[in-house]
């Protein structure tokens, strides 16, 4: 059975994330709400890393985002948010106006940390709103 839900309901938090704007803070990424969102500086790469409060199974991750053009993602069981291996990466298409949402398999991979890499923008400056995970 797939059930998507947002991170933070399975006990997750960013836990790391290259750049912070008060009004736009990382958490935004894991509330559920695709109103708010995390905004990056206009450098990148850009990072955040969630983590999990448990060792969890991930089959897809859905990314809502703006500007972003390359992601990668990668994992691990660790307790700390070191010692990464990839697992996929994704171009995301250019979306005017509207939100770009993505269904990213991760083939039922095991994690305590996911850490999303924003290699490219269409813009100086991307913002995620969602990230929701299918287990």
């Known amino acids: 059975m797939m059930i998507e839900s947002s991170p933070s309901s399975l006990g997750a938090k960013v836990v790391l994330a290259a750049s912070s704007d008060e009004n736009h803070p990382p958490e935004n990424i894991i509330d559920g709400n695709t109103k708010t969102f995390w905004m990056s500086t206009g450098m990148f790469p850009q990072e955040f890393v969630i983590r999990f409060a448990e060792p969890t199974t ?4 859905t990314v809502d985002s703006y500007n972003v053009k390359h992601l990668k993602i990668e994992k691990n069981m660790s307790q700390n948010a070191s010692q990464f ?3 996929t990466e994704k171009e995301f298409e250019y979306t005017e106006g509207h939100l770009q949402s993505n269904a990213i398999s991760l083939n ?4 305590t940390h996911l850490r999303f890499i924003i290699t490219s923008g269409y813009d100086h400056f991307v913002s995620v709103h969602r990230v929701s995970v299918k287990n």
């Open 58 to 61: 991930i089959a897809a991750v």
């Open 85 to 87: 291996e990839p697992v």
């Open 108 to 111: 039922g991979s095991s994690a």
